[in-house]
């Protein structure tokens, strides 16, 4: 199982990135993909989630509105779309797999890390000027 991430950068506050990562080793449409985020010091954090078949999407309230996750399954890839960059959005950025099983369309499942079976190994976005 692989996930490669890819995209990351050094931005202006304001500007925007989009971010990749494909995924290999497994059967992609039979899982539900997340993206996440770590700070310096911090925990990791969820940013967003696409179901398997893309019906169900959910982004953290701090990048509603400026991030959107979208999904290629044609090419076992989930991209992340993220516009009006913040310097707090400073962070290595992860994506995950997990397998789409009927609890883990619950916010409560997927916006905990630990519950996800594959990670990437991260990409770094800064936002600075």
């Known amino acids: 199982v692989q996930l490669q991430a890819s995209g990351g950068g050094l931005v202006q506050p304001g500007g925007a990135l989009r971010l990749s990562c494909a995924a290999s080793?497994?059967?992609?449409?039979?899982?539900?993909m997340g993206w996440f985020r770590q700070a310096p010091g911090k925990e990791r954090e969820f940013v967003a989630f696409i179901s398997r078949g893309g019906g169900k999407i959910d982004h953290a309230d701090s990048v509603k509105g400026r991030f959107t996750i979208s999904k290629d399954n044609a090419k076992n890839t989930v991209y992340l779309q993220m516009n009006s960059l913040k310097r707090e959005d400073t962070a290595v950025y992860y994506c995950?797999?997990?397998?789409?099983?009927?609890?883990?369309?619950?916010?409560?499942?997927?916006?905990?890390?630990?519950?996800?079976?594959?990670w990437g190994q991260g990409t770094q976005v800064t936002v600075s000027s």
């Open positions: 995950a797999a997990a397998l789409a099983t009927p609890d883990f369309y619950n916010k409560n499942y997927y916006s905990d890390h630990r519950l996800w079976d594959y």
């Open positions: 080793g497994f059967t992609f449409n039979n899982n539900n």
